[in-house]
Structures are given as structure tokens and as C-alpha cells.
């Protein structure tokens, strides 16, 4: 892997004629193209689904058809040296801070590699390269669960937004800066025509309120769009908490598939609400189990990870929160499994 310096970013960012901007798909990874894109008021989105993982070169080719002469990757934690190598365009900047990973054919920004405990999200990776919009900074750097440097400014500017919030959990479930974060969230769910309206239109808010208040065209498309997957959410989350299962410290719940996945939120949530549980959100779909895991304090990862090798399963993410998929088949006994280790780990 060739590693690039910040500066070096700035000036890859300076010279792009038609750049592509891939990111996962959540507040962090859109926040963090919205800066770039503010910055230099061109190029083209692409999320990438569920946090796709970048896995061969099957994107690649549809990448390809945008010629874009430098294509910047943001906060995708998996990516394969196939789909690089598939591709057309050579200069490639990936922007990240989950694992650290070795690819050739990339320059890689990492905090990671030079201090393996530093959590930094790349939207504030992306706010120290090109300043911008504190608000944006604010909604990928706090829903991916870290105080902002700056977010004293952010409650003086913004103060109705926080009221009295000081903890993550605080802002996050009860106030309106935490809606903000289910507000893009939910947008980059549903059909791929509008996820696209929405990717396009996101850059031309000004502020909050006109999302929050529905004061433009573009800020009322938003809100609507937020509203319909909110009543979603709701149900699926009563659901969750009247049937979901529980064995000692893990509690776990399945839902069906059917076009949107809300593993990620629905985890965070539950956990927020149960305290001490580990929560463990699974969607099904195909044959598989995509899910979400989060844990109040004990890290999960290694634990997890070692499970999912036992049924062969993938997976992986940050100390408290992971994710993964799982043949439906193996899900009985991979949970009773990983409800054993977590207990071996707490006692
Ligand atoms: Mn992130």
C-alpha cells in the first residue's frame, strides 16, 4: 500500500476533473462525501449497499463506464485487491479508519496505521482535510458515536438542536441533532432512483432547519423520505423489543426481508434501551443472515469473529459494534455459541 498525507489529499482533491466519490452507505460515509464534494462542487456519488463490501470486480466494470480520472473511497472497511485491480481508473485514494488493510494499487489513508487504538470517523478525517459544513461534519462524526472536537460551537450555533445533550446517547435519542442522523439514514434506504435524488440533493442544503423544517423543495423531499422509513422503523422496533430473544448477557432478534435493512439502527437502539445487553439484529434474506452487533462495554470483535469462523460466516467492524452474515441454517447453533463465549468473557 502507498500511504498519503493529508496535504497530498487536498491537492488530488484540487486537481480532480471528474472524480467518483464510492462510500458506505450510513451517515458516516455520506457526510464525508459531502465535504469532499463541497469542496470542490463536482463529482458523482456512489454508495455503496449495505455496506458492501467491495468484494470483486463485478463493480468495477459499472464503475468504469463513469471515466472518472480519480475515484476517492470512503469509510468502506472491506475492499479486494480484485476489485481494484478492475478497475480503469489508477488513481485511487481510500479514506478509511476501520481495520487496517494492504492493498496495492491504492493510496491509503488510515489513522489506524500509526495508532491502532485512535478512533477517528472519516467525516472527521474528511472535516480536517477541507473544513466545510459543521453541521454535516457534526451528523457523521456523532452517529458514528464521537464527541466532535467542535461540538461546544455546534450547540451555541445550533441550540435548539441539543438542548441539554452532553453524552452521545443523549444527543443521539432525544434531540433533534439525533434525528438529523436518522434523517440521512433512512434516506439512503428504499429504491436506488431516489437514493440517487437524494445523494444529489443533500449538497445543496444550506441548513438544517430546511430539512428539519421543510422550508425548500429539496429540504421537504428529505424530510418525506425520512418520515415514510421512520413509521418502518418504529414497528420493526416494537417488534424487536416484545419478541426479541434473550440468554444471559446476549439478546438477540430476526426479522424478514423486505427491501430495506435496519440491523444497524435497530442494534443501537435496543442496546440504548436493555443497558447491559449485547444485541445481536439479524435480517433474513436468501439463505442468510445479515446482522448487526453492539455491545455496551465488553468488546465483541475478536469474539465474534472466531464464532463466525466455527459456521463459516463473515463478519467483522469495531470493538463495540460489528456486523456480519451467517447461513440461516447455522443460526441456532452459532447463536447458542456466541452467547457461550460471550459469558466465558464476562465471568
Ligand atoms: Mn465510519
Not at 449497499?49 to 480519480?70: F, T, V
Not at 466455527?310 to 447461513?327: K, P, Q, Y
Amino acid at each position: 500500500m502507498k500511504i498519503i498525507k493529508i496535504k497530498d489529499i487536498k491537492s488530488k482533491l484540487n486537481k480532480a476533473e471528474n472524480p467518483l466519490f464510492i462510500f458506505d452507505d450510513d451517515h458516516d460515509g455520506l457526510c464525508s462525501y459531502v465535504l469532499l464534494r463541497d469542496y470542490i462542487k463536482k463529482g458523482r456519488p456512489f454508495a455503496t449497499k449495505g455496506g458492501a463490501i467491495l468484494r470483486d470486480n463485478r463493480l468495477s466494470e459499472k464503475i468504469n463506464e463513469y471515466n472518472s480520472d480519480i475515484i476517492f473511497i470512503l469509510d468502506v472497511p472491506v475492499i479486494s485487491q480484485e476489485f481494484i485491480d478492475g478497475l480503469k481508473c489508477k488513481d485511487i485514494v481510500w479514506i478509511d479508519h476501520h481495520e487496517v488493510v494492504d492493498l496495492n494499487g491504492v493510496y491509503y489513508y488510515n489513522p489506524k496505521i500509526k495508532n491502532p487504538k485512535l478512533y477517528k470517523p472519516t467525516t472527521e478525517i474528511c472535516y480536517e482535510i477541507v473544513k466545510g459544513k459543521d453541521w454535516i461534519a457534526g451528523i457523521g462524526i456523532i452517529g458514528d458515536y464521537k464527541i466532535p472536537k467542535f461540538l461546544k460551537k455546534l450547540k451555541k450555533k445550533y441550540k435548539d438542536l441539543f438542548n441539554d445533550a452532553n453524552t452521545i446517547e443523549e444527543i443521539i435519542y432525544a434531540n433533534k441533532f439525533g434525528k438529523l442522523i436518522d434523517i440521512i439514514n433512512y434516506n439512503l434506504k428504499g429504491k436506488n432512483k431516489d437514493i440517487k435524488k437524494f445523494m444529489e440533493t443533500i449538497p445543496k442544503i444550506k441548513d438544517p432547519y430546511e430539512i428539519l423544517e421543510s422550508k425548500t423543495e429539496n429540504g421537504k423531499f428529505i424530510y418525506q423520505r425520512y418520515k415514510k422509513f421512520m413509521e418502518k422503523y418504529k414497528d420493526l422496533l416494537n417488534k424487536a423489543l416484545e419478541s426479541g430473544k434473550t440468554k444471559d448477557d446476549l439478546f438477540w432478534f430476526l426479522y424478514a426481508a423486505d427491501n430495506d435493512s435496519f440491523t444497524g439502527e435497530l442494534a443501537q437502539e435496543i442496546k440504548f434501551k436493555l443497558k447491559n445487553k449485547i444485541v445481536f439484529v439479524g435480517r433474513e434474506k436468501s439463505g442468510y443472515i445479515r446482522f448487526s452487533l453492539r455491545s455496551p462495554n465488553i468488546p465483541i470483535r475478536d469474539i465474534l469473529k472466531k464464532v463466525l469462523q466455527e459456521f463459516n460466516g463473515t463478519g467483522g467492524g469495531h470493538e463495540l459494534a460489528c456486523g456480519g452474515s451467517i447461513r440461516k441454517n447455522d443460526f441456532d447453533e452459532f447463536i447458542k455459541s456466541l452467547a457461550k463465549e460471550f459469558k466465558k468473557k464476562q465471568s
